[in-house]
């Protein structure tokens, strides 16, 4: 399940001042920075893992209704930009375990639901769900 950079080299845009790590305005930002860009490839249980168990990534119910794919997504922006790959390694086998029922635990439909709407968002493939109960 490890992600995989891809052969594509980094995308480099131009310096801006006064933003913030993710290129918003910041005054109190002194020091110039330069957008960066790169390609991750992705598994359901990766996105799973990223969604469900980066700190600070608070998605709800609501939010996995239709309609509310843009905040899903940016979700995952930010859970990208703040998990490293071991750690998410390590997120998407824990996800893994509770989606597929291996590990009985209470993010159980919830993690299922995720699973559909992340099917739906980005079309990748979902393994099948145990019954847990």
């Known amino acids: 399940m490890h992600a ?12 801006r001042s006064q933003v913030d790590v993710f290129g918003d305005p910041d005054d109190g ?10 390609t991750l490839h992705l598994s359901f249980a990766e996105i799973l893992g990223r969604l ?25 922006w930010f859970a990208m930009a703040q998990t490293g790959v071991d750690v998410a390694e390590d997120y998407a086998e824990m996800a893994m375990d509770i989606y597929t029922g291996r590990r009985a635990s209470n993010l159980h439909d ?9 099917t739906h968002i980005f079309g990748v493939t979902a393994p099948q769900t145990a019954p847990v109960g």
């Not at 995989?4 to 310096?15: D, K, M, N, Y």
């Not at 168990?53 to 979700?75: Q, R």
């Open 4 to 15: 995989s950079l891809a052969t594509q080299h980094l995308a480099v845009g131009p310096i």
């Open 29 to 38: 930002e002194t020091a110039p920075r330069v957008a960066v860009q790169m």
């Open 52 to 76: 469900l168990f980066t700190p600070s990534v608070l998605l709800m119910h609501e939010d996995l209704e239709p309609g509310n794919e843009s905040k899903v997504i940016e979700c995952l």
């Open 110 to 118: 919830f993690a299922v639901r995720l699973g559909t709407t992340i």
